[in-house]
């Protein structure tokens, strides 16, 4: 540990290595999207995916008034009779900000799609929800080539929903 300043050739020492660390924000957000940066790459990945007709079941929030508020909501299946889990984690640094689309977000679905097509690439930039599972962790080199982080049409469902009643 002595050595690691001279190993690369820096001229500080050990205790300003520790200095510069202590000194850096606690709070990082390691490349996390906000919500509109989500919801802008949806049509990347989700071409002609149908949303605005997607019935959205009530939405409820907690941690309004914390550091990161959750919005969860269940929103009908296009395809059958059942329905899907949704939530929005929005970040803020200060009390004093409001909760917007450009809050840093992370979002999860319980549906195949976001499974498949982004659940992967939303992990990679610490945009997902919760806890990973082993398959979280795994790429989709067909279904997201690119690996662009983006919500599924439920979670979009949810994001205008939210914004029509003037959560965010
Ligand atoms: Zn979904």
Not at 47 to 56: A, D, T
């Given at each position: 540990m002595a050595s690691y300043g001279k190993q690369y050739g820096s001229t500080y020492g050990v205790r300003e290595l520790v200095r510069q660390i202590e000194a850096a924000?606690?709070?990082?957000?390691?490349g996390k999207l906000t919500l509109r940066q989500l919801t802008t790459q949806f049509r990347d990945i989700f071409?002609?995916?149908?949303?605005?007709?997607?019935?959205?079941l009530g939405a409820t929030t907690s941690?309004?008034?914390?550091l990161s508020m959750n919005i969860r909501s269940e929103v009908k299946s296009a395809v059958g009779p059942w329905n899907y889990q949704t939530w929005i984690v929005l970040r803020r640094r200060d009390l004093n900000n409001p909760f917007t689309m450009d809050s840093p977000a992370e979002i999860r679905c319980t549906c195949p799609a976001f499974h498949y097509f982004v659940a992967y690439a939303d992990w990679t930039r610490k945009n997902l929800a919760g806890r990973p599972s082993?398959?979280?962790?795994?790429?989709?080199?067909?279904?997201n080539p690119r690996t662009i982080p983006s919500p599924c049409k439920h979670l979009v469902a949810l994001t205008f929903h939210a914004i029509r009643k003037g959560i965010i």
């Open positions: 924000p606690m709070f990082d957000d390691g071409r002609r995916s149908e949303y605005s007709k997607l019935q959205v941690g309004e008034k914390y082993s398959w979280n962790k795994v790429a989709a080199p067909i279904r």
